[in-house]
C-alpha cells in the first residue's frame, strides 16, 4: 500500500476523471521541434491545478547530471506548497526571457513525493534554446516563473493484495528516465513490499542520467528494485550509429518480451537478435512481469510504440499502460472537434479574437503565422504556451465562436473536444470570426 503522503496527494489532484490510459509526448531535451527546447510534457492539466497561473520561483540548486544534463533544484515557498504538490510523472512549465523573448517549455520532475524541495531534469540539445539556456547558464538564486505541476502521466497507487507485492515496470529511453525517476524513488520509499523493474536504454554509460542513484537503488534495494541497461555505445571509445541505435532498441524489446516469457510476433526479425550474457543473468532475477501492475514508458515513439504493441501481444490491459513521449513520429491523421470541417475555410478576411484574463486580444488572421497561437504571439507574448506543436497541452482554450481546424492533437481527449477545446498552437480558423477563451 501506497504511503499515507503518497495517497493522499494522488486523491487530490485526480478529481477530473481522467482515463488511466494515457498517451502524452514529453521533449525530455532529446530532440526540439520549432524551438520546443526542452522536456515538453504532453498532458492536459488537471481540473484542479491552478491552470496558467505562473509562480516567482528561485533556483535554489543546479547539479550537474551528464556533460550534457543537469538537475534544477527549487525551494518552494510555504505558501505555495499546496499548489505545487505533485504526483509522480508530472512536469512543471517553466518562463523567461531569453535574449528579449519570452520562452516557455516544460520539463518532467524527478524528485520523490516526500521531497521537501522540487527538481527537475533537462538534457541540452543543439537547437533547443531554453535547453541550452538552463545547462549552459543557470545558476543557484536565479528566478524563473513556474505554474504549478500538470500531467496525466502518474504513478497509479495499487489496492493492496495480499497475494502478492505491487509491481511496477518503467521503459525508458535517454531523458526519458526523468519522470519514471520521481516514481522509483516515491514508491520503494512509501511501500516496503512494491517492487520496480527499470528496462533503460542509453547511447552510452556516461550519458545516462541518474546513473549512480540508480545504482544506489540497486544496492540499497536488492530484493526490490531491478535494472536493466541497454546501450548503442558501450564504451565512450566506440560511435553510436543508426544501426547501433537500431540493435539497442531491438534489444530492450526482445528483453521485456523474454521477461514476459511471451510472444515476439510484434518484433520484426526478433530471431535475429541476441541478448547479451549480462541481460540474460539480469532477466532470471526479475519478478514475474505477467503479474505486473502497470507500465510506464517514455522515450522515443518509434521504442515505446513497439513496447506498446509487445505488451498488448501478450494480454496486458490497455488501461494497465501509460506512455510518454519525447519524440513524435509524423502521423497523417489528426483528432479534429466534431463540428470542424477542415475543407471549410473562409476567403473572406477571418478575424481572431483571443480572451485571456478577461482581456481581448483582436487581430485580423494572416495565415502566413501558421497558427493561430503564433500571431497572438505578436500581439502579447505571454499567453499560455509551451511545446508549441500540439504536445503539451499548456496553450488549451476554448472556442466560444465560430470553427477551427486543429493540424496536430497529442494531448486533448474527446471529451475536451466534444466541449470544444482546442490548442491554439494547431488551430487555423475556418469561419469568418472566431472568439478563443482561455479563461473558460
Given at each position: 500500500?501506497?504511503s499515507?503522503?503518497?495517497?493522499?496527494?494522488?486523491?487530490?489532484?485526480?478529481?477530473?476523471?481522467?482515463?488511466?490510459?494515457?498517451?502524452?509526448?514529453?521533449?525530455?531535451?532529446?530532440?526540439?521541434?520549432?524551438?520546443?527546447?526542452?522536456?515538453?510534457?504532453?498532458?492536459?492539466?488537471?481540473a484542479?491545478?491552478?491552470?496558467?497561473?505562473?509562480?516567482?520561483?528561485?533556483?535554489?540548486?543546479?547539479?550537474?547530471?551528464?556533460?550534457?544534463?543537469?538537475?534544477?533544484?527549487?525551494?518552494?515557498?510555504?505558501?505555495?506548497?499546496?499548489?505545487?504538490?505533485?504526483?509522480?510523472?508530472?512536469?512543471?512549465?517553466?518562463?523567461?526571457?531569453?535574449?528579449?523573448?519570452?520562452?516557455?517549455?516544460?520539463?518532467?520532475?524527478?524528485?520523490?513525493?516526500?521531497?521537501?524541495?522540487?527538481?527537475?531534469?533537462?538534457?541540452?540539445?543543439?537547437?533547443g534554446?531554453?535547453?541550452?539556456?538552463?545547462?549552459?547558464?543557470?545558476?543557484?538564486?536565479?528566478?524563473?516563473?513556474?505554474?504549478?505541476?500538470?500531467?496525466?502521466?502518474?504513478?497509479?497507487?495499487?489496492?493492496?493484495?495480499?497475494?502478492?507485492?505491487?509491481?511496477y515496470?518503467?521503459?525508458?529511453?535517454?531523458?526519458?528516465?526523468?519522470?519514471?525517476?520521481?516514481?522509483?524513488?516515491?514508491?520503494?520509499?512509501s511501500?516496503?513490499?512494491?517492487?520496480?523493474?527499470?528496462?533503460?536504454?542509453?547511447?552510452?554509460?556516461?550519458?545516462?542520467?541518474?546513473?549512480?542513484?540508480?545504482e544506489?537503488?540497486?544496492?540499497?534495494?536488492?530484493?526490490?528494485?531491478?535494472m536493466?541497461?541497454?546501450?548503442?555505445?558501450?564504451?565512450?571509445?566506440?560511435?553510436?550509429?543508426?544501426?547501433?541505435?537500431?540493435?539497442?532498441?531491438?534489444?530492450?524489446?526482445?528483453?521485456?518480451?523474454?521477461?514476459?516469457?511471451?510472444?515476439?510476433?510484434?518484433?520484426?526479425?526478433?530471431?535475429?537478435?541476441?541478448?547479451?550474457?549480462?541481460?540474460?543473468?539480469?532477466?532470471?532475477?526479475?519478478?514475474?512481469?505477467?503479474?505486473?501492475?502497470?507500465?510506464?514508458?517514455?522515450?522515443?515513439?518509434?521504442?515505446?510504440?513497439?513496447?506498446?504493441?509487445?505488451?498488448?501481444?501478450?494480454d496486458?490491459?490497455?488501461?494497465n499502460?501509460?506512455?510518454?513521449?519525447?519524440?513524435?513520429?509524423?502521423?497523417?491523421?489528426?483528432?479534429?472537434?466534431?463540428?470542424?470541417?477542415?475543407?471549410?475555410?473562409?476567403?473572406?478576411?477571418?478575424?481572431?479574437?483571443?480572451?485571456?484574463?478577461?482581456?481581448?486580444?483582436?487581430?485580423?488572421?494572416?495565415?502566413?503565422?501558421?497558427?493561430?497561437?503564433?500571431?497572438?504571439?505578436?500581439?502579447?507574448?505571454?499567453?499560455?504556451?509551451?511545446?508549441?506543436?500540439?504536445?503539451?497541452?499548456?496553450?488549451?482554450?476554448?472556442?466560444?465562436?465560430?470553427?477551427?481546424?486543429?493540424?496536430?492533437?497529442?494531448?486533448?481527449?474527446?471529451?475536451?473536444?466534444?466541449?470544444?477545446?482546442?490548442?491554439?498552437?494547431?488551430?487555423?480558423?475556418?469561419?469568418?470570426?472566431?472568439?478563443?477563451?482561455?479563461?473558460?
Open positions: 500500500m501506497l499515507t503522503l503518497l495517497q493522499k496527494t494522488f486523491l487530490q489532484r485526480n478529481k477530473s476523471g481522467a482515463s488511466d490510459k494515457v498517451v502524452s509526448l514529453v521533449q525530455t531535451g532529446a530532440i526540439d521541434q520549432i524551438d520546443s527546447s526542452a522536456q515538453t510534457c504532453a498532458s492536459v492539466e488537471h484542479k491545478t491552478p491552470s496558467l497561473q505562473f509562480h516567482r520561483l528561485k533556483v535554489a540548486e543546479v547539479s550537474a547530471l551528464t556533460e550534457d544534463s543537469v538537475m534544477l533544484t527549487f525551494d518552494i515557498p510555504d505558501q505555495l506548497k499546496p499548489d505545487f504538490q505533485f504526483t509522480p510523472g508530472q512536469y512543471l512549465t517553466l518562463r523567461t526571457r531569453i535574449e528579449g523573448q519570452l520562452v516557455s517549455r516544460c520539463y518532467s520532475i524527478c524528485s520523490p513525493i516526500d521531497d521537501a524541495r522540487l527538481s527537475i531534469a533537462i538534457r541540452k540539445v543543439s537547437s534554446r531554453f535547453s541550452r539556456f538552463a545547462v549552459d547558464q543557470l545558476a543557484a538564486n536565479d528566478e524563473l516563473e513556474v505554474m504549478p505541476p500538470m500531467g496525466r502521466f502518474q504513478l497509479v497507487p495499487q489496492t493492496p493484495n495480499a497475494e502478492q507485492a505491487p509491481c515496470v518503467g521503459v525508458a529511453g535517454g531523458s526519458g528516465i526523468t519522470p519514471i525517476m520521481s516514481m522509483i524513488k516515491s514508491l520503494l520509499t511501500n516496503s513490499q512494491a517492487k520496480f523493474v527499470l528496462f533503460y536504454a542509453n547511447r552510452s554509460p556516461s550519458s545516462m542520467m541518474f546513473k549512480e542513484v540508480l544506489h537503488l540497486e544496492t540499497q534495494y536488492p530484493d526490490r528494485f531491478f536493466l541497461p541497454f546501450y548503442s555505445q558501450p564504451t565512450d571509445q566506440q560511435e553510436t550509429t543508426a544501426a547501433s541505435q537500431h540493435a539497442r532498441e531491438q534489444a530492450i524489446h526482445l528483453a521485456i518480451a523474454d521477461g514476459l516469457k511471451g510472444k515476439t510476433s510484434a518484433l520484426p526479425n526478433a530471431e535475429e537478435v541476441e541478448l547479451s550474457s549480462e541481460i540474460q543473468l539480469l532477466l532470471n532475477d526479475l519478478p514475474d512481469l505477467n503479474r505486473a501492475d502497470h507500465w510506464y514508458l517514455c522515450g522515443p515513439q518509434g521504442m515505446t510504440d513497439t513496447v506498446h504493441a509487445l505488451l498488448i501481444d501478450n496486458v490491459e490497455a488501461t499502460i501509460q506512455r510518454e513521449l519525447f519524440t513524435a513520429a509524423q502521423t497523417s491523421s489528426v483528432d479534429k472537434p466534431h463540428n470542424v470541417d477542415s475543407s471549410d475555410s473562409s476567403t473572406k478576411e477571418q478575424q481572431i479574437s483571443i480572451i485571456h484574463e478577461g482581456k481581448s486580444i483582436d487581430f485580423t488572421w494572416d495565415d502566413s503565422h501558421q497558427v493561430i497561437l503564433n500571431q497572438a504571439l505578436t500581439q502579447q507574448d505571454d499567453l499560455p504556451h509551451a511545446c508549441q506543436f500540439g504536445a503539451c497541452g499548456t496553450c488549451k482554450a476554448k472556442v466560444v465562436e465560430g470553427e477551427v481546424t486543429l493540424l496536430e492533437n497529442m494531448a486533448l481527449e474527446a471529451d475536451d473536444l466534444a466541449k470544444g477545446y482546442i490548442l491554439t498552437c494547431q488551430a487555423i480558423p475556418c469561419s469568418d470570426k472566431v472568439v478563443i477563451s482561455y479563461d473558460e
